[in-house]
């Protein structure tokens, strides 16, 4: 199989309560899934390696078909499917609900590294990626447990073009050389507000940022969600502000994954930092306007290029 990218972290089953009221699903889902999704806003195909459980939603293999998706890569296991429900407020803030008998009911601040869910026990390692797949053009490591990364991350350098997005518990429990060690070899890092939160609960993002910039060699790019992105650029030395794009959000789910592959997208098109990080806005504003993977299905080239001119303009 030909790719030309690589997205590897989870394929999952979501069921999603919005804000209004309305809910949707179980529908497929997975941050390998919708960063593939968003790389491919940008006409690239992308190949996704996970693991697939048991009991995925009816139709879920042709609506990867839909978004040329290649499945080579998803690994079935006889365990079932992670089911996730994520709940909306008004204000786009999200609660996840994960199945975890450990915790028996326990609100806790971020998901552990051990749910309890049989899936979520298993590892990703360089065994589980195709041959094809290591001739990519780059590769966008999801939120996975960290002894996964590290290996994914070690099978994919060779690429040149990494990206990789923490758990928030890999954020919040690995020490500075640790998290070092992880990002060596990847180009541009790109954790969300929350991720960053759990390292750093009493500084600002900007604080946060500063501490953060020396990890990755390009780049280092704090999500934001509706408030855009706070990137440092490491070549540059500078800071910059990327907007979202004013849409009608629906959904916000998968939205930082999609921004991820958008942003893995600008980086093999040999786009700068700055342009790279727009075409992630661009993805990501996609994902929102529909329930599920249903706006990212839906982007065409020439609003996809509307969209980045909009953002470029008012980037600073």
């Known amino acids: 199989m030909t790719v030309d990218v690589v997205t590897a972290g989870g394929c999952t089953v979501d069921i999603v309560y919005a804000a209004d009221g309305a809910m949707l699903g179980p529908q497929l889902g997975g941050n390998a899934i919708y960063a593939a999704a968003g790389a491919r806003v940008w006409g690239l195909r992308a190949g996704v390696v996970a693991f697939r459980g048991t009991g995925l939603p009816e139709g879920w293999a042709e609506v990867l078909a839909a978004l040329d998706i290649d499945a080579s ?12 429900e994520f709940f909306y407020d008004a204000e786009g803030e999200r609660t996840q609900r ?23 026990r ?21 939120p996975m447990h960290g002894e996964a990364q590290r290996a994914l991350a070690a099978a994919f350098a060779h690429l040149g073009v990494l990206t990789l997005d923490p758990y928030p518990h890999v954020m919040a429990e690995t020490s500075d050389d640790e998290l070092a060690m992880l990002l060596a ?21 900007e604080e946060a940022l500063d501490r953060l910039s020396s990890l990755a060699r390009l780049a280092t790019v ?43 997208a600008g980086l093999i098109a040999d786009r700068e930092v700055l342009q790279a990080v727009a075409c992630g ?27 980045l001119r909009w953002v470029l303009e008012r980037a600073q």
Do not use: N
């Open 73 to 84: 890569g998803l690994i079935p296991v006889d365990v079932p499917a992670s089911i996730t």
């Open 98 to 120: 994960v199945w975890a008998p450990a915790y028996d009911g326990e609100a806790v601040p971020y998901l552990p590294a051990d749910t309890g869910e049989p899936i979520r």
């Open 122 to 142: 298993l590892r990703l390692s360089a065994q589980h990626v195709p041959d094809g797949y290591l001739r990519a053009h780059g590769a966008h490591l999801a």
């Open 185 to 205: 070899p990847v180009a541009v890092f790109l954790p969300s507000r929350e991720e960053v939160r759990a390292r750093f609960p009493d500084r600002t993002l």
């Open 222 to 264: 704090i999500k934001q969600g509706r408030q855009g992105a706070l990137i440092h650029d490491r070549a540059l030395g500078r800071r910059h502000v990327v907007p979202s794009v004013p849409v009608i959000a629906k959904d916000p789910t998968g939205a930082g994954d999609a921004f991820c592959g958008g942003v893995l």
């Open 281 to 307: 806005a661009v993805s990501a504003s996609f994902a929102v306007e529909d329930f599920g993977l249903g706006g990212l299905r839906r982007a065409s080239a020439p609003e996809r290029d509307r969209r």
